[in-house]
């Protein structure tokens, strides 16, 4: 290797039970593994999270097929408040030390967390890494992700006064790049979701002549008792309850094989009561990562879900697929590789969201058609991302 770089990782987590924010974890670590095996530069990883664990570093590190002293689990400082500040110093300290090490600061915010609909707290602790990051001198990248919407002026400005200080501003859909430039005069290179890369294992399904299995993922943080600790600062037209009892009753009434799929841990609750209403329903295994989670979903002839990197997981392999929005970053990135198909709770109410569903569903090979051209699309956006990301480390040869 020429040289040794140090990189710092913010809003990507390794030890997280959403499968989302792992596959762009997985996504992103994989984009630089090539980077650096083109390059010969050697990179060395450090993610910050809330919560690392040994146990699950050491899996990502194995599933990931990363030599074990290159990616270090970090515990995240806090630096929201004077009172967080002060109970965090030495963690706050650690967190300052490493970054001093580290050239580099590639920032994801979860991929759609720069936004405050999750609430202000959400924001604001995340935005005030990235500060902390550009106060340092260091080469803020602020990777493909979600920009916005921003409920409160003050939260507009502080990403702003962020994003025009950065040293690379990546958006994944051009809604996200419109509104950058909207809110920053910040012109960001366009690329796909990091997670389109995401590998995973064929799986030998029925074939899209009939319409037979049908994965259907639902979102615990959609449901009405919701077990999920995220903060909603947005309100859907649809109810998700009625709308999945209807749905579901359509698609057994159609004699399809349908399995209930998680990809947060709260999903899961959903899954459980769904489940004792309709005991015919399949559900799937608790996925230990997100390639697994990928692989499985590839086998289905059809997949319905409302976690954005569910669906992107069978756009990807392939699959016909209906997602199911809950805000405008389905639309924004499925729109990106020209797939209509989206059925928005925000704008549609409960009968509109189930007869779209069903009419999708009813134009199964129009949905076949699409997929293929739109699995196309993704992939030569997936060859132009990595030429984006890889110059930026061409001043390193």
Not at 201 to 209: I, V, Y
Request: glycine share 4%; net charge neutral.
């Amino acid at each position: 290797m020429n040289r040794e770089i140090k990189i710092a990782i913010f809003g990507a987590p390794v030890n997280n039970s959403n499968l989302g924010c792992q596959a762009l974890t997985y996504s992103l670590i994989d984009l630089l593994e090539e980077i650096s095996k083109e390059k010969e530069i050697g990179f060395t990883y450090y993610i910050f999270e809330w919560n690392p664990s040994d146990a699950s570093t050491q899996r990502f590190i194995k599933t990931a097929n990363i030599i074990s002293n290159k990616l270090y689990s970090v515990k995240q400082g806090n630096l929201h408040d004077f009172m967080r500040r002060c109970k965090n110093v030495f963690v706050n300290k650690n967190m300052k030390d490493i970054l001093e090490k580290c050239q580099y600061v590639i920032d994801l915010t979860e991929g759609d967390s720069f936004t405050d609909i999750y609430g202000d707290y959400r924001f604001d602790t995340q935005t005030k890494l990235k500060q902390l990051a550009e106060c340092m001198g260091l080469k803020l990248i602020l990777a493909s992700q979600t920009y916005g919407p921003f409920t409160k002026e003050k939260n507009a400005v502080f990403a702003a006064d962020v994003i025009k200080n950065a040293y690379r501003v990546f958006a994944r859909d051009k809604i996200s790049a419109d509104y950058v430039t909207k809110i920053s005069d910040i012109v960001p290179e366009l690329t796909c979701d990091l997670a389109f890369r995401l590998p995973y294992e064929k799986t030998k399904r029925n074939g899209f002549n009939t319409l037979k299995s049908v994965g259907l993922n639902v979102s615990g943080l959609l449901v009405n008792n919701s077990s999920e600790d995220t903060k909603k600062e947005f309100e859907l037209k649809t109810d998700y309850d009625e709308y999945l009892d209807r749905l579901i009753q359509f698609l057994l009434n159609k004699d399809y094989s349908v399995t209930l799929i998680g990809h947060v841990e709260a999903d899961y609750d959903a899954i459980n009561r769904l489940k004792n209403t309709y005991p015919q329903l399949k559900t799937a295994p608790a996925f230990e990562n997100p390639i697994q989670a990928k692989s499985y979903i590839s086998a289905f002839d059809l997949f319905i879900g409302s976690r954005m990197h569910a669906t992107i997981a069978a756009l990807t392999s392939g699959v016909p697929v209906i997602p199911v929005a809950y805000s405008r970053k389905f639309s924004g990135l499925f729109d990106f590789v020209n797939y209509p198909f989206v059925v928005d709770l925000q704008k549609m109410g409960t009968d509109d969201s189930v007869k779209t569903t069903e009419q999708y569903i009813s134009n199964y090979q129009e949905l076949v058609q699409v997929v293929g051209n739109s699995y196309k699309i993704a992939m030569d956006k997936v060859d132009d991302c990595y030429k984006k990301y890889s110059v930026i480390f061409d001043e390193l040869k």
